[in-house]
């Protein structure tokens, strides 16, 4: 598979295995969240082959990396049935008019292979909002997460999940999408060379080049991992600042294609991930993931290597950011959120989010009910057996 589609492939794969890593208790109306008192009873596991679904995964998992996810979470995936699930989806695909829509819009849609142009993004955008979001909002993600609602083998995956995220499932993925689909879809105006507006995924890549295997590109996204919160404006406007590593006078865009005003839809995706609980709680392998989201704070580059491992890190820091490990340990990472700042010219974020839309102040990180002392914790390990299986199939493929 040649490396550019290994790296869109991948990119979606984490959107999909999010789904997978996720797990909280029931909501009811009026949105409270209610937990779930009853424990599960004679619950299996993915390692007994005698269930479907580990017939259905097995394939995709040479290296049985999915037996390693905790407990819990295996019970809860070994007690669905995928066939019943891609029936459900399917019969949604089939009577929703959003689902209906979107079918006939990926039938017609023409992916360029390279030189992404605005309109391109128009093209693939207006459906996207018109009606792909709202069939996976209102049709397929409740189709999914019926049965795992349903589950009693599902109860403590639940929990795992209402504690680390503060969602469930659906509401999760539902955000989670949303705040996605701003980062590429939102337009601002005016675009650049003169042009009346431009959608946010066009700004992005023209800002950062179009060229993935360029090592500007690679040195960009490595100084965009390093921007401080009090420096979001100065780095979206090409404008010098110092970065989290110390080094003075750098600039991330180059005048006048800088992104601006887009820059907007990933602080608030960052800040959405900065509120979860486990981010507050959470540490893997000496990282505080507190860390990479407060203000005056970051990690090293190193630390994040030996978290990862060498294999899992080596390969997700070449697909996903071009560079190699003596790069990323050299520096000292942190994802910039929760910043507004008052920019120039209109933007107009494709799909409202409640908590988004350039208005979200930085966050007030919530301590988790247990301890506010940074520990492991279920989604961090299932975190990471994900990425390690999506590594695998990808050097497969």
């Known amino acids: 598979m040649a490396t550019g589609t ?74 669905l049935n995928p066939d019943a699930i891609l029936k459900q989806v399917l019969a949604v695909a089939e009577t929703s008019p959003s689902c209906i829509r979107s079918m006939s819009a990926l039938a017609m849609l023409k992916w360029p292979r390279a030189n992404w142009t605005n309109t391109a993004y128009q093209s693939m955008c207006s459906p996207l909002v018109r009606s792909i979001v709202p069939c996976l909002k209102t049709g397929v993600l409740p189709a999914v997460f019926s049965p795992v609602l349903g589950s009693p083998c599902c109860v403590e995956m639940i929990h795992d999940f209402e504690d680390g995220v503060g969602d469930t499932p659906q509401v999760f993925l539902s955000n989670a999408l949303e705040y996605a689909v701003n980062v590429v879809c939102s337009t601002q105006s005016p675009g650049f060379q003169g042009t009346a ?109 030996t978290a990862l491992g060498a294999n899992l890190s080596a390969f997700l820091y070449r697909e996903l950011l071009g560079v190699n490990v003596t790069q990323v340990n050299a520096t000292c990472v942190h994802l910039a959120n929760g910043k507004s700042c008052g920019w120039a010219g209109t933007f107009v974020a494709a799909v409202y989010t409640a908590r988004g839309n350039g208005s979200t102040p930085a966050p007030s990180i919530r301590p988790s009910a247990a301890s506010t002392a940074p520990h492991d914790h279920p989604i961090m390990s299932s975190i990471i057996t994900a990425l390690t299986l999506m590594a695998t199939v990808a050097l497969l493929a």
Do not use: E
């Open 6 to 79: 290994r790296r869109v492939a991948l990119a979606l794969a984490c959107i999909v295995v999010g789904a997978d890593n996720v797990p909280p208790s029931v909501r009811y109306p009026g949105g409270v969240l209610h937990p779930v008192t009853h424990a599960p009873v004679n619950c299996s596991s993915l390692t007994a082959s005698n269930n479907s679904m580990h017939q259905a995964l097995r394939p995709y998992d040479p290296a049985n990396l999915l037996f390693q996810i905790p407990l819990a979470w295996s019970q809860c995936l070994a007690s």
């Open 197 to 305: 507006n431009q959608t946010c995924g066009y700004a992005l890549a023209k800002s950062f080049g179009t060229d993935s295997h360029s090592p500007i590109v690679s040195a960009r996204v490595l100084t965009a991992l390093q921007v401080p919160n009090n420096d979001t404006c100065n780095a979206a406007l090409g404008n010098p600042f110092t970065t989290t590593s110390g080094v003075v006078n750098t600039t991330l865009f180059t005048t006048p294609d800088v992104p601006t005003s887009c820059v907007q839809p990933i602080l608030d995706l960052v800040a959405y991930v900065r509120q979860w609980p486990v981010t507050a709680n959470a540490s893997l392998a000496g990282v505080h993931l507190a860390d990479l989201f407060g203000d005056g704070t970051c990690v090293n580059g190193s630390l994040i290597t």
